[in-house]
């Protein structure tokens, strides 16, 4: 948490926007560390940790069987069933006085018969008895999260525990936690275990309970209301409202009730790419300073600076850069995204915006942001500074004399990016007339006080062959920080895993005012024009048809020449059709019409990733539209990560040093 001498002495600032929230979960005074502080919330809010009474949560004491037998069955939404279990003593040391006795019966009790039986989650001792009040270890608090994803004794290898932690490894159960079986855990790492639970895939797929479909921000809370708000869609209620401090701000997923009508609780996302950052944000008030930096990581020790998504050092910081922390990777993430902008509207109010549409978005605005976007009013023309996650981390007004440096990339269909802190951050806009090409972004207000976002396209446009090993366009080299965008994405040129790229593929290049180039544009190959590719369908009297994927069919006839290039129904072929717009059926002419070149059976060692792949000693791009067909169900996967996935063997088709289809069979 930020200390109060500090929030003074940055407050003085006219940018320093230094409004951390406390770290600790609600109503649990003892719980400091944030990771741990999000896992109780997500129990609280669901009903499975309660405190003891005191307004703590005691991290670091131990839990019992009995605790642990609550916690699983509360985990599971049956904790209105244990009332029906405390009628009968299945452990003599487990009586009806005892306080936990529905709950220890309930898990105890398996499901089903014969063939189709499932154990219980818990099972007593030797002696018959449970020894309810004993510390709970490692290895049994596993096991019995284990089986509650469907997994006995019958999977996993060795021997109780080791069988059951090799299970929790490979399903993520045991993500961030690494105890002997035997060790006691503390009530913080069983809090852990259970949110990875929620995480962890089932045994035959899904998870326990239902998550949202979507990656969503958890905007607030209206206790009054009973309802979440969420990044996306409308509020939705929840079974037990009351306000998660640690988890607002964050990304995440909504876990449903069993009816899948309300809102249990929200599980941050656990991949590095959603892990929350600090809702937060430092401005850096002068060139090289790192002032703020140790209260923004709460103190955290040799932590890694990136800059625009580039390692940095403390020099390369620049007077109003945004500053945020990422307590996941120990890393401060800084970006110098600014956009000239118009402030369009805000919700729920000017003095506190939750999200401010603006650059025709609507973008998430850091907690902490909102001291300086008060000042401003919908209608302005405002200065918009961006943290690397893509939120609003302040705006400065006209008077302030800062304009906007950022870029904007355009993909093929006019859609405009914005770049942003090494990523791109998509926009509800469009810009046509530059398809392709990168440029400053601005915001302005045309004729007819409309409000029109822009991009200036620099000058520039080189070309050349792209040497990615010596880091050159054509004879002019590439600049540090020089953003190449391949196919709609932002690489690192050492991402890049051909050699060199022809200049066919270079869309646009900008060379900056040191002579080097700073800007490179990457496009999939350009095929011959009217050209399609596909698998022929029928062939007979000198008339095909070929099967484009998503690109439909189109049929026509084609000269004697062609009957000797072996077009034959299941040929996967490169074809011309003189008449656009052809059907099947119709009399069009292909002109030509020829098999594509065969490599069968391609190993896993020939392929780059999901970009190229190594045939005859050359490398072979792979663009992202390649046509991919399933030789097993008879048709067109939907794209090429999900034929990939597949696996099985792999038939590649070529034409002009490029993939044109890709065959997979098991």
């Known amino acids: 948490m930020i200390k109060k001498r500090f929030f003074a002495a940055l407050l003085t600032l006219a940018m320093a926007l230094t409004l951390v929230p406390a770290v600790h979960a609600a109503g649990f005074s003892d719980v400091k560390d944030t990771d741990t502080a999000r896992d109780v919330e997500v129990l609280r809010l669901m009903g499975v940790v309660q405190g003891d009474g005191n307004g703590t949560f005691r991290p670091g004491s131990s839990l019992t069987r009995a605790e642990f037998?609550?916690?699983?069955?509360?985990?599971?939404?049956?904790?209105?069933?244990?009332?029906?279990?405390?009628?009968?003593?299945?452990?003599?040391?487990?009586?009806?006085?005892?306080?936990?006795i529905g709950y220890v019966n309930l898990a105890s009790q398996g499901t089903g018969s014969g063939e189709s039986a499932v154990p219980g989650l818990v099972h007593g001792f030797p002696d018959g008895t449970f020894q309810p009040d004993k510390t709970i270890s490692y290895g049994e608090a596993v096991t019995v999260l284990a089986r509650v994803l469907g997994y006995s004794d019958t999977y996993g290898g060795g021997v109780w525990p080791q069988n059951y932690l090799d299970i929790g490894a490979a399903c993520g159960l045991t993500k961030g936690l690494s105890l002997d079986g035997g060790a006691q855990i503390t009530r913080a790492q069983a809090a852990k275990l259970f949110v990875n639970a929620l995480r962890a895939e089932k045994l035959g797929g899904g998870n326990i309970l239902k998550l949202g479909d979507e990656e969503v921000t958890l905007l607030s809370v209206d206790v009054a209301k009973e309802t979440m708000r969420l990044s996306s869609g409308s509020p939705i209620k929840m079974v037990n409202p009351d306000v998660p401090t640690v988890l607002l701000g964050t990304k995440g997923y909504v876990v449903m009730d069993k009816d899948g009508k309300k809102a249990l609780t929200f599980l941050p996302s656990a991949s590095k790419a959603g892990t929350p950052v600090a809702d937060a944000a430092i401005i850096i008030m002068a060139d090289g300073s790192t002032d703020g930096f140790n209260e923004l990581t709460g103190d955290a020790k040799d932590y890694t600076i990136y800059r625009n998504g580039v390692r940095a050092t403390r020099g390369a910081l620049r007077k109003y850069d945004v500053a945020i922390y990422d307590a996941a990777n120990n890393a401060v993430l800084v970006t110098d995204t600014r956009v000239s902008a118009y402030y369009e509207s805000c919700d729920p109010s000017p003095k506190e915006p939750r999200t401010i549409t603006t650059l025709g978005t609507v973008f998430n605005v850091i907690p902490s942001a909102q001291q300086s976007l008060s000042e401003l009013r919908p209608g302005?023309?405002?200065?918009?500074?961006?943290?690397?996650?893509?939120?609003?981390?302040?705006?400065?007004?006209e008077n302030a004399g800062v304009g906007g440096n950022a870029y904007a990339y355009v993909d093929d269909s006019g859609k405009v990016s914005l770049i942003c802190g090494g990523s791109l951050l998509a926009l509800s806009v469009a810009d046509a007339a530059n398809a392709n090409k990168v440029g400053r972004i601005s915001q302005h207000k045309a004729d007819f006080g409309d409000v029109k976002v822009s991009v200036s396209v620099s000058s520039g446009g080189l070309s050349g062959v792209?040497?990615?090993?010596?880091?050159?366009?054509?004879?002019?080299?590439?600049?540090?920080?020089?953003?190449?965008?391949?196919?709609?994405?932002?690489?690192?040129?050492?991402?890049l895993t051909e050699t060199s790229i022809s200049s066919d593929r270079i869309r646009y290049a900008h060379e900056n005012s040191s002579g080097k180039v700073d800007i490179v544009v990457i496009g999939d190959p350009v095929t011959v024009s009217?050209?399609?590719?596909?698998?022929?369908?029928?062939?007979?009297?000198?008339?095909?048809?070929?099967?484009?994927?998503?690109?439909?069919?189109?049929?026509?006839?084609?000269?004697?020449?062609?009957?000797?290039?072996?077009?034959r129904e299941g040929s996967f072929v490169a074809a011309v059709l003189r008449t656009n717009g052809a059907v099947e059926g119709s009399s069009s002419m292909f002109n030509p019409i020829e098999p594509l070149t065969a490599y069968e059976n391609v190993p896993a060692s020939a392929w780059i990733g999901k970009t190229a792949v190594v045939l005859g000693g050359r490398t072979i791009s792979i663009p992202s539209s390649v046509l991919c067909w399933n030789a097993d169900t008879k048709s067109w996967f939907s794209d090429l990560d999900t034929a990939l996935d597949y696996g099985g063997t792999r038939n590649v088709y070529v034409k002009d040093n490029v993939v044109r289809v890709i065959e997979i069979r098991t």
């Open 466 to 495: 792209l040497d990615t090993t010596a880091g050159k366009l054509g004879n002019l080299y590439l600049a540090d920080n020089a953003l190449i965008l391949s196919n709609g994405k932002l690489v690192a040129l050492a991402e």
């Open 530 to 567: 009217g050209e399609v590719y596909g698998r022929v369908t029928t062939v007979g009297g000198l008339q095909a048809t070929v099967d484009c994927g998503p690109g439909g069919k189109v049929s026509g006839r084609y000269g004697l020449d062609d009957t000797t290039k072996l077009i």
């Open 69 to 100: 037998c609550k916690m699983t069955i509360e985990l599971q939404q049956r904790g209105d069933q244990a009332m029906h279990y405390r009628g009968r003593v299945i452990f003599p040391d487990v009586r009806a006085s005892h306080w936990a």
């Open 380 to 397: 302005q023309h405002m200065t918009v500074l961006f943290a690397a996650d893509g939120r609003i981390a302040g705006a400065l007004g």
